[in-house]
């Protein structure tokens, strides 16, 4: 029981850091609390060797997760990548998460895309006694799978829905009091794509805006307590820019909100009895839709607190001849908030039919779980194989 107490612990603190600086935590420390975190991972490794940037990005096949609406301006007609994360190597060895994402483009200006995340917590023993023995292992997990439908709405202009399936095992036990959690979500997505003369350069701009999981709390114990899923506010844009014929750079930025309510902070010489009730009242009772819109002005610090739940994020990629890429981020979350502040950086590269793609992240918060972080993704062209097939 211990242990798995302490998995739990590690997998709802994955966005937050382990520096918390000597102060006054009770004023300053207060992070958006939600169930399943992992939905927040970024999967892939683009998209996460630029500092976790990928609203406005130039589309690929792991769009679903950053912006599912940039599917019909993909090249390819169709596409399926494979992604792998072991998550906090420097706490524990066996937890992972696995991400397969796929899209086929239907004609010229539509898309269906799915994908599959499997977040694993590894072995867990429980019930044992002080001397290690009397115990039974568990593999808690945590996974979502989801489908969405993107078209163009005109020559520049994209939207996108997605619908979710969740689903959260971390029970040491199933009865009556501890079962599964599972939610229903939706994301609604748009990107806006543009080319514009810089100079002599005909340089490619974008918008990107993604509203993900926006749906029903998530419960693990009948619905007698609830938690908001980490429904979010995604805006990015990006700038693509021909070097020349070969050589291209781009830079991109993203700025994220999670649209679920502050957790209040009791008040000095409030009572505890009034401060459950408020809490009753003003969080718990909370309905997910009302909550998005509590969410923009519900700190306890108000405008400034406010200002400190926004991350940002700044990413920059170069690549040669459409085959191999450079990257580099920064990702930025204010100290009170998680303190996720770290560096990433990454390579890719690609081929007729496939693509590799690896990314590497370096904290600079101390004590940072996340810290050496890796992933890895494995993309393969639908296309470029029907074309190889087709030569034989």
Known sequence: MKNLKVYILLAALIFVSMSIQAQDTKNQFNPVNTGVTSLSIAPDSRGGAMGDVGAATDPDVNSQYWNPAKYPFTISRAGVSLSYTPWLRKLVNDIDLAYLAGYYRIGDYSALSTSLRYFSL???????????????????????????????????????????????????????????????????????????????????????????????????????????????????????IPMDEYNTFAISADANKL???????????????????????????????????KSFSDAPGGFKEEMQEVQWSLGAEYTYHQQFSVRGGYHYENENKGNRKYFSVGAGFKMNVFSLDAAYLISTAQSNPLDQTLRFSLSFDLDGIKDILGKR
Request: contains cysteine; aromatic residues 12%.
């Open 122 to 240: 590894g072995e867990v023993t429980v019930g044992q006694d002080g001397t290690g023995n009397g115990g039974y292992s568990i593999n808690p997990y945590e996974m979502s799978f989801d489908v969405a439908y993107s078209r163009m709405l005109s020559q520049n202009l994209s939207a996108a829905v997605a619908l979710r399936f969740i689903y959260s095992d971390l029970a040491y036990r199933q009865d009556e009091d501890v079962t599964p959690g599972s939610a229903f979500a939706a994301d609604v997505a748009m990107y806006y794509n543009r080319y514009l003369v810089l100079g002599q350069r005909e340089c490619n701009f974008a918008l990107g805006m993604n509203i993900s999981n926006i749906g029903s709390k998530i419960s693990y114990d009948s619905g007698n307590n609830s938690e908001f899923i980490p429904t979010n506010l995604r805006l990015g844009a990006s700038l693509l």
């Open 259 to 293: 649209l679920v309510p502050t957790r209040p902070i009791q008040a000095t010489g409030e009572s505890d009895t009034d401060y459950e009730d408020r809490l009753q009242r003003d969080y718990r009772d909370v309905s997910p839709i009302a909550g998005i819109f």
